[in-house]
């Protein structure tokens, strides 16, 4: 029984490892790498590989293995002299076709892969039965199976069927924060896009747990958890209820206004703030965090506050959707936030940007946005006159 991650794992040992001068070989057996490769993927688990949300998705990953069946394909193709395929081609007959995918089907037939529910289901299992008695290095292999394997949906909804979604969600417990963490970033994956899933994931109580673990001083666990919050409330209006009967307003407001907060955690927070505030339906009901003084200052002070692009980007995004809502007052956003005059320096900015040849199209982007957040603030303060 213990030995069963072990085998499964041992499946995929086999990475592709080869030189430019076998590429014409290679698309011969291609098939049978293919039918393989599965088992690579999973593979890939076993290894230490930062927590983020992307991982680099080159032809070869760090250990000289493929990193995708794709970056595979487009290696062999890459490495294969047409001439030779096309001289061999010619002595290649039906019957030695025949013969070949009879044989690759064999081939296949006795790797006896398993399914990915299978997979699922084992990793569970070792997370359920082994609990106490689990190694962190074991419990941490299954989890980073988990959060492979949850990457297609249909694989996600099989998550909650086989129980997965409590299993993982009591992982949000473990005294160790690198399990809470992928344990989050599960979460957070199987929710993204996926109403059912937010709705089972908010049912079995984890918008709390998640909440909490926004404010670890463990930076990754931090940004896994406020990712998770974000992918089970987006678009939902139940989990932003929960969200806001947790003091959310209150946690979202906290990161923005704290200067030494991880910059990648700002940036998940003021999208958000975004997000929330195109959801939100100020005809029927009034969400305190969009009438939080403390909260839009903070978020236009992220502009000036940081020389990261990208983190001014999603502070006008989430500013232009504050504008557009009724409730929002311009004024405010004017004299105590001092938005136009803010505006006004970032134009110079770009301007400074446009002049630099590799950042001057994201600059006449930015500088775009920028003029649309301006106008919609003109417009709104012209409607008080």
Same mark, same amino acid.
């Given at each position: ?19 430019p ?17 599965k ?65 690759l089907?064999e ?41 492979i ?15 997965g ?18 344990a ?62 947790? @003091?959310?307003?209150? !946690? *979202? /407001?906290?990161?923005?206004?704290? $200067?030494?907060?991880?910059?990648? +955690?700002?940036?998940?927070? #003021?999208?958000?703030v975004?997000?929330l ?40 995004? @989430?500013?232009?959707? !504050? *504008? /557009?809502?009724?409730?929002?007052? $311009?004024?405010?956003?004017?004299? +105590?936030?001092?938005?136009? #005059? ?35 603030l ?8």
């Open positions: 029984e213990g030995s069963k991650q072990e085998s499964r794992m041992a499946m995929g040992r086999g990475r592709a490892r080869a030189s001068s076998s590429g014409s070989w290679l698309l011969l057996v291609l098939t049978v790498m293919l039918a393989v490769a088992a690579d993927l999973l593979d890939k688990s076993s290894l230490s590989f930062p927590i983020e949300e992307q991982v680099d998705d080159d032809d070869f990953d760090a250990d000289g293995g493929f990193s995708s069946l794709d970056g595979m394909l487009q290696w062999a193709i890459g490495h294969s002299d047409p001439a030779i395929m096309k001289e061999s081609a010619k002595h290649v007959s039906t019957d030695d076709l025949n013969k070949r995918q009879s044989e089907k081939l296949m037939n006795n790797l006896n892969m398993p399914s990915d529910v299978e997979l699922m289901q084992i990793a569970i299992n070792d997370l359920l039965n082994n609990s106490s008695n689990l190694s962190l290095q074991d419990r941490h292999r299954a989890l980073q199976e988990l959060l394997l949850v990457e297609p949906i249909h694989n996600a909804h099989d998550l909650n069927k086989l129980g979604l409590a299993v993982v969600i009591q992982e949000l417990n473990h005294p160790d924060p690198h399990t809470r963490t992928l989050a970033w599960i979460l957070g994956k199987s929710a993204q896009n996926n109403p059912s899933l937010q709705t089972q994931v908010l049912e079995l109580g984890a918008l709390s747990k998640l909440m909490k673990m926004v404010k670890s001083h463990v930076v990754e666990e931090a940004n896994k958890g406020l990712y998770a919050v974000s992918a089970l409330i987006r678009n939902n209006f139940d989990g932003q209820e929960l969200f806001y009967a947790e @003091a959310g307003a209150l !946690l *979202l /407001q906290d990161i923005l206004s704290n $200067a030494t907060t991880d910059i990648r +955690l700002q940036k998940k927070a #003021v999208l958000l975004g997000d505030a195109e959801d939100a339906d100020d005809d029927v009901i009034v969400v305190p965090l969009f009438s939080s003084r403390i909260l839009l200052k903070s978020v236009v002070d992220l502009i000036t506050a940081s020389s990261d692009l990208d983190l001014q980007e999603k502070a006008l995004l @989430a500013i232009r959707s !504050l *504008l /557009q809502l009724r409730t929002t007052e $311009a004024q405010v956003l004017k004299e +105590l936030c001092g938005l136009d #005059v803010v505006l006004e320096r970032m134009r110079q900015q770009l301007q400074d940007l446009t002049a630099e040849e590799y950042q001057k199209d994201y600059a006449m982007d930015l500088e775009s946005l920028r003029s649309e957040v301006e106008i919609i003109h417009q709104k303060l012209s409607q008080l006159r």
